[in-house]
């Protein structure tokens, strides 16, 4: 049991190198607008996923210092 839990865990860890590395490929052929363009877009969402993030701790902190 304890076998089949690391090799499949090796098993997806060489798929994600392997996905990598097409994914670099096909980042080098686009150009430099499109490159910028898809790195804005993520830094977008990601700073959205965080305000997000952040807002909810903010309001579990708030209704914690209210009970208390």
Same mark, same amino acid.
């Given at each position: 049991?304890?076998?089949?839990f690391?090799?499949?865990?090796?098993?997806?860890?060489?798929?994600?190198?392997?996905?990598?590395?097409?994914? /670099?490929?096909?980042?080098?052929? #686009?150009? %430099?607008?499109? &490159?910028? *363009?898809?790195?804005?877009?993520? !830094?977008? +969402?990601? /700073?959205?996923?965080?305000?997000? #993030?952040? %807002?909810?701790? &903010?309001? *579990?902190?708030?209704?914690?210092k !209210?009970? +208390?």
């Open positions: 049991m304890l076998f089949k690391l090799f499949k865990k090796k098993k997806k860890k060489l798929q994600e190198q392997s996905d990598q590395k097409l994914d /670099m490929n096909n980042w080098m052929n #686009l150009t %430099k607008e499109e &490159r910028l *363009e898809i790195d804005f877009n993520e !830094k977008n +969402k990601m /700073m959205r996923k965080k305000k997000a #993030l952040l %807002k909810l701790i &903010r309001e *579990e902190y708030l209704k914690i !209210k009970e +208390k």
